[in-house]
């Protein structure tokens, strides 16, 4: 290596041609992860600008690596001309940040400051997640908590800064004192519990177990949006001035007026949306929080991301109303395999399945089972279909492979 970059900033090192050379292109790849190899300390300023360029790129797709340095040597000219006459240096800092400010706004992207100021989604108040919750809460942007009792509760805001839970309880959200407006109101679902929740706009979402989602008390601004983790089905009431966005932690999805269910659940390797009717649009989050490309789905449609890959992939989806069977208390599957069917199943009602080593999840089975049911008729009606024995111990399940029955011996 010519240079000792040991001492190079993160600024210093977006200045160096050849840094960005091997970031954009590869060049002297072996020789870069070497010197990092040997200097350790400089990682952090690497994976920095590593982010930067990355920023750059996703806001670009269109333009070619070359494209890219000439993007950066536009800025390097723009802090050229602005450092002359100056001799402090955070000035020539935050003039390099603002050229990029302005160049990423010419090339279409929303402005630099969202790298340090959002997160990839919305930093939610609760600090449990669904998943380890023991009780269905509703959660105000003020951080006050309210239990949800009822196994299957119901909250409705009316518009006018009230909610009723299960037509019981009336919270006046006029007299919460709220010292953050960026936080939002929370509804957390344990496994093994639903919810069903009407928004300011009348917008219908049902929550199923072990799912989280923050809402506002009333929409503002250009656009109505909530956050998700976990599973729920929405009917969007139409509004064509106000597009609707629902957020997981990897998409976002864009709505005007629709039916649809999203499976976001972070334990599971793909993020679902399966489109009922209308129209939405599937779009990657990026890791500063904003959006790329554009998957349009039509009705009976699914769009499955992969978590690993970061791919949208799109087809048919037939039987649609399989989807959103759980928010009636059945589950139709056709051609899943017994795993995810019992990933489902040990959300829905809170157990943990075991399984003998040497007994494969992968067989695809398909069927109905009335989620009404106790957990141990459902899995006696899952052993005819999946072909599997059981034995309950508490919270736990366990599975192995059903034995065949040997012929007597005459």
Same mark, same amino acid.
């Given at each position: 290596m010519e240079k000792n970059y040991f001492n190079f900033s993160t600024e210093?090192?977006?200045?160096?041609?050849?840094?960005?050379?091997?970031?954009?292109?590869?060049?002297?790849?072996?020789?870069?992860?070497?010197?990092?190899?040997?200097?350790?300390?400089?990682?952090p300023r690497v994976s920095k600008a590593r982010e930067i360029l990355n920023l750059l790129r996703d806001q670009t797709d269109h333009l070619s690596d070359e494209d890219l340095l000439e993007i950066w040597k536009s800025i390097e000219i723009f802090d050229t001309q602005t450092r002359r006459g100056s001799r402090k240096i955070w000035l020539r800092v935050l003039m390099r940040y603002a050229a990029l400010f302005f160049?990423?706004?010419?090339?279409?992207?929303?402005?630099?400051w969202i790298i340090y100021q959002h997160q990839k989604t919305y930093s939610y108040i609760s600090q449990t997640d669904s998943g380890s919750a023991k009780q269905s809460r509703l959660v105000l #942007?003020?951080?006050?908590?309210? +239990?949800?009792? *009822?196994? !299957?509760?119901?909250?409705?805001?009316? $518009?006018?800064?009230?909610?009723?839970?299960?037509?019981?309880?009336?919270?006046?959200? #006029?007299?919460?004192?709220?010292? +953050?407006?960026? *936080?939002? !109101?929370?509804?957390?679902?344990?496994? $093994?519990?639903?919810?069903?929740?009407?928004?300011s706009d009348g917008t219908k979402v049902w929550l199923n177990a072990g799912s989280r989602m923050a809402f506002p008390t009333k929409f503002k601004g250009k656009k109505r949006e909530v956050f998700l983790e976990g599973e729920a089905y929405f009917e969007v009431t139409h509004h064509k001035d106000l597009p609707f966005y629902v957020n997981t932690s990897e998409l976002s999805v864009k709505v005007l007026g629709t039916r649809f269910n999203i499976t976001a659940y972070e334990s599971d390797q793909h993020t679902e949306t399966v489109l009922l009717e209308g129209k939405v649009s599937v779009s990657e989050r990026s890791v500063f929080g904003l959006v790329k490309g554009e998957t349009i789905l039509s009705p009976n449609q699914r769009a499955s991301y992969d978590h690993a890959d970061r791919l949208i992939t799109v087809k048919s989806e037939p039987d649609v109303e399989f989807s959103i069977a759980w928010t009636e208390g059945w589950f139709k599957f056709s051609q899943q395999s017994l795993k995810e069917v019992m990933n489902k199943l040990q959300r829905y009602y809170n157990v943990?399945?075991?399984?003998?080593?040497?007994?494969?999840?992968?067989?695809?089975?398909?069927?109905?089972?009335?989620?009404?049911?106790?957990?141990?008729?459902?899995?006696?009606?899952?052993?005819?279909?999946?072909?599997?024995?059981?034995?309950?111990?508490?919270?736990?399940?366990?599975?192995?492979?059903?034995?065949?029955?040997?012929?007597?011996?005459?």
């Amino acid at each position: 290596m010519e240079k000792n970059y040991f001492n190079f900033s993160t600024e210093e090192l977006l200045d160096d041609r050849k840094f960005v050379a091997w970031l954009a292109r590869g060049e002297n790849h072996k020789e870069w992860e070497l010197y990092l190899a040997e200097h350790p300390e400089i990682k952090p300023r690497v994976s920095k600008a590593r982010e930067i360029l990355n920023l750059l790129r996703d806001q670009t797709d269109h333009l070619s690596d070359e494209d890219l340095l000439e993007i950066w040597k536009s800025i390097e000219i723009f802090d050229t001309q602005t450092r002359r006459g100056s001799r402090k240096i955070w000035l020539r800092v935050l003039m390099r940040y603002a050229a990029l400010f302005f160049l990423l706004l010419f090339v279409g992207s929303a402005s630099f400051w969202i790298i340090y100021q959002h997160q990839k989604t919305y930093s939610y108040i609760s600090q449990t997640d669904s998943g380890s919750a023991k009780q269905s809460r509703l959660v105000l #942007s003020n951080g006050k908590t309210v +239990d949800l009792e *009822k196994k !299957n509760s119901r909250i409705a805001l009316n $518009g006018d800064q009230k909610i009723m839970i299960d037509n019981e309880k009336e919270i006046d959200l #006029s007299q919460e004192v709220v010292t +953050d407006d960026s *936080k939002m !109101n929370e509804v957390v679902i344990p496994f $093994g519990k639903k919810s069903q929740l009407i928004l300011s706009d009348g917008t219908k979402v049902w929550l199923n177990a072990g799912s989280r989602m923050a809402f506002p008390t009333k929409f503002k601004g250009k656009k109505r949006e909530v956050f998700l983790e976990g599973e729920a089905y929405f009917e969007v009431t139409h509004h064509k001035d106000l597009p609707f966005y629902v957020n997981t932690s990897e998409l976002s999805v864009k709505v005007l007026g629709t039916r649809f269910n999203i499976t976001a659940y972070e334990s599971d390797q793909h993020t679902e949306t399966v489109l009922l009717e209308g129209k939405v649009s599937v779009s990657e989050r990026s890791v500063f929080g904003l959006v790329k490309g554009e998957t349009i789905l039509s009705p009976n449609q699914r769009a499955s991301y992969d978590h690993a890959d970061r791919l949208i992939t799109v087809k048919s989806e037939p039987d649609v109303e399989f989807s959103i069977a759980w928010t009636e208390g059945w589950f139709k599957f056709s051609q899943q395999s017994l795993k995810e069917v019992m990933n489902k199943l040990q959300r829905y009602y809170n157990v943990h399945f075991l399984f003998d080593p040497e007994f494969s999840t992968a067989d695809l089975i398909s069927g109905k089972l009335d989620l009404k049911e106790s957990v141990d008729q459902v899995m006696v009606a899952l052993s005819d279909v999946a072909n599997i024995q059981f034995r309950v111990d508490g919270d736990k399940i366990y599975v192995n492979k059903k034995l065949s029955v040997l012929p007597m011996r005459k």
